[in-house]
């Protein structure tokens, strides 16, 4: 066995054990399909800075479970090859069967679109940033893939050459939904799509009961768009109006500066920290609940907190259930954030699939996006 084909089912093994890797045929996909000729121009790799082919540390890298960052834009990471483990759980989730048609927004390095081309599925994969998409493009002919094309252009609008679609995957974290995705999508096609929430951009599966009805495709009716939840996931932001804001959005994500001391702390209510996945969904719900939450750095990672209107002051919730809270209001923080936690427990520790809303039209009024409105508990 060479040395990337042991680095691959390196990689298999840990998007199984994790769980989420589970079908055969994409499991032949993850074994075969060369990530490192995705990652051609070189990616980001923490402590090691940027690594290039040939430089060590490069195969090994390109193997890792870990989001690589391929593109900055003034320090903003602004293309990347996604998790591969969040990968797998999106295309399984999505039960892309061969000869399907596929519509990914937002097609980074195209390793994401040979993954789905190489389970059958006939991809069109569309990139805002042409020099992005083009690298795409020559990935997929160096691999030799061709059941999987890029187009270059704002994703918002889709890509209604290739339309109807039987399955729409959005790689990019988004604040709302493109109606032209809803309408470009076959009645009873699948859709998944990272919309934000509360600082974060878990995945949701979308749908429309009007799309479905209809034997022709067209623009739903408002109230007829539904997001559940499917699970808790980062990704970098749109471009263009899949980004715009609309009023009863969560804040941005603080960057807390540096001196602010937490003058209430509460202690843990749990002997043991939550795992990544059960902290995502305290976070979720928090959000579902609470317009002021959102991420804010804490703890060498990023966190819930509710926020004041100074950004500089608020509650943060930990994994272990403490919570530390500072600002002219820190005592009224710290109890909102207390009684979210002790909502979430009476709740019976709800879990992120368990959560739907309704999506209205909001955003750019001349490139509108449908958003979520209101998050209810289901099951
Ligand atoms: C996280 S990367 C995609 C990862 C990719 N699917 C992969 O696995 O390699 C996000 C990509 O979305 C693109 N993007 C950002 N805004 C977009 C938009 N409005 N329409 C289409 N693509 C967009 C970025 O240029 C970036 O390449």
Excluded at 199 to 213: C, F, H, K, T
Excluded at 309 to 338: F, K, V, W
Aim: net charge negative; aromatic share 8%.
């Amino acid at each position: 066995m060479t040395d990337v084909s042991a680095l691959r089912e390196r990689l298999v093994d840990v998007l199984r054990d994790d769980g989420g890797l589970t079908r055969d045929d994409l499991i032949q996909a993850f074994a075969s399909v060369p990530r490192e000729l995705f990652l051609a121009d070189g990616f980001h790799l923490g402590d090691a800075g940027f690594l290039r082919p040939g430089d060590e540390g490069f195969l090994a890298g390109a193997y890792r479970n870990d989001a690589l960052v391929t593109k900055f834009d003034n320090g903003r990471p602004v293309s990347s090859s996604s998790q591969p483990s969040l990968m797998a759980l999106m295309i399984e989730e999505l039960s892309i069967a061969p000869g399907m048609r596929v519509l990914e927004i937002g097609a980074g390095t195209g390793y994401n679109a040979a993954l789905m081309a190489h389970i059958g599925a006939d991809v069109t994969s569309v990139d805002v940033q042409p020099d992005v998409a083009a690298r795409a493009a020559r990935a997929l002919r160096e691999a030799g893939v061709t059941g999987a094309r890029v187009r270059v252009g704002d994703g918002y609008l889709g890509d209604p050459s290739g339309a109807p679609y039987d399955r729409i995957i959005v790689t990019v974290g988004i604040t709302g939904v493109s109606p032209h995705w809803l309408a470009q999508l076959v009645p009873g096609g699948l859709m998944l799509a990272p919309v934000a929430h509360a600082g974060n951009n878990p995945v949701l599966r979308v749908w429309a009961e009007a799309a479905r009805r209809r034997a022709e495709p067209g623009w739903p009716a408002t109230d007829d768009v539904w997001a559940d939840g499917v699970c808790g996931a980062g990704f970098m932001a749109a471009a263009g109006p899949l980004a715009a804001r609309y009023p009863w959005a969560h804040p941005d994500p603080i960057r807390v500066p540096d001196g602010v001391t937490a003058s209430v702390q509460i202690p843990p209510r749990w002997p043991q920290a939550l795992d990544g996945l059960r902290y995502h969904d305290l976070w979720f719900a928090v959000g579902a609940w609470d317009r002021r939450a959102t991420g804010g750095p804490f703890d060498g990672g990023s966190g819930c907190v509710l926020v004041d209107e100074t950004r500089a002051g608020g509650a943060a919730i930990r994994a272990d259930g403490s919570i530390l809270a500072a600002g002219e209001h820190a005592a009224e923080y710290a109890d909102d954030a207390g009684i979210l936690l002790d909502r979430w427990l009476d709740a019976g520790r709800p879990g992120i699939e368990r959560w739907r809303a309704p999506l209205v039209l909001a955003g750019d009024p001349a490139a509108p996006i449908y958003v979520p409105r209101e998050w209810s508990l289901i099951r």
